[in-house]
């Protein structure tokens, strides 16, 4: 079955800079790729997501890369707020069409310093 | 949109009881329907996968007899656990995908689960 490997475990950066959480995934034939962010005690949250027809994509000051030869995706945050601060997780999944579970990474706990 | 709820957000049971929990699309039809197990400060585990009026299809290591799972409508499936026991105290979280909405799967509140 897939495997999600998720890096760093903790990320802690200041307020305004930039932060980047990797993922590595095992199984060629998975096609989408969701980052979902969770609060404490809450559920995760659907921040962005990518599809493996694709490089790139954006959505203010989130953007994911996904590269399907190396088999890994990033999530990038840029001009990091204090409300940023949570826990993330990157999932993949096989055939799509909203038929198959995710695979979740162990999630990054992101810190922003004021 | 693409809200889902989750009833109760927690509750607190003696072990050898059951316990039912809802999960509900507000606002869109879902065509499948998913629960995840949650334990502190660990990732999400796909127990469970569930189509309106099919069986549900569960996940290696999970137990289809407590484990109990009805997908009655587009709009609501159910997780019974059964024969509560202790190690089953864990975060209980479903998510949906739209009816012909593509892969995006929306998730719950969660429902916290502490088995005494």
């Known amino acids: 079955g897939e495997n999600v490997e998720q890096h760093p475990s903790t990320l802690s950066v200041q307020e305004g800079d930039s932060a980047v959480i990797k993922c590595t995934y095992s199984d060629s034939a998975s096609n989408y790729f969701p980052w979902y962010k969770q609060e404490l005690g809450k559920g995760p949250q659907l921040i962005i997501d990518?599809?493996?027809?694709?490089g790139e994509k954006k959505d203010q000051r989130i953007a994911v890369t996904l590269n399907k030869t190396a088999k890994h995706f990033s999530l990038h945050i840029t001009e990091t707020q204090p409300e940023d601060s949570a826990v993330y997780f990157c999932?993949?999944?096989?055939?799509?069409?909203?038929?198959?579970?995710?695979?979740f990474g162990k999630g990054t706990h992101l810190i922003i310093q004021p | 949109g693409a809200v889902v709820s989750q009833h109760p957000s927690w509750v607190i049971c003696k072990s050898g009881t059951s316990v039912k929990i809802e999960c509900r699309s507000l606002d869109f039809q879902a065509t499948t329907m998913f629960w995840y197990r949650q334990f502190p400060k660990q990732s999400l585990m796909l127990m469970a996968t569930s189509n309106e009026g099919s069986k549900a299809t569960y996940e290696q290591g999970v137990e289809k007899d407590k484990f109990l799972i009805n997908h009655a409508s587009l709009t609501l499936s159910t997780l019974t656990v059964t024969s509560a026991h202790p190690e089953d105290s864990s975060f209980y979280i479903c998510?949906?995908?739209?009816?012909?909405?593509?892969?995006?799967?929306?998730f719950g509140p969660g429902t916290r689960l502490t088995v005494l």
């Open positions: 990518i599809r493996s027809n694709v």
């Open positions: 998510s949906a995908s739209q009816l012909a909405g593509g892969e995006a799967q929306y």
């Open positions: 999932a993949a999944s096989g055939t799509g069409g909203g038929a198959d579970g995710l695979t």
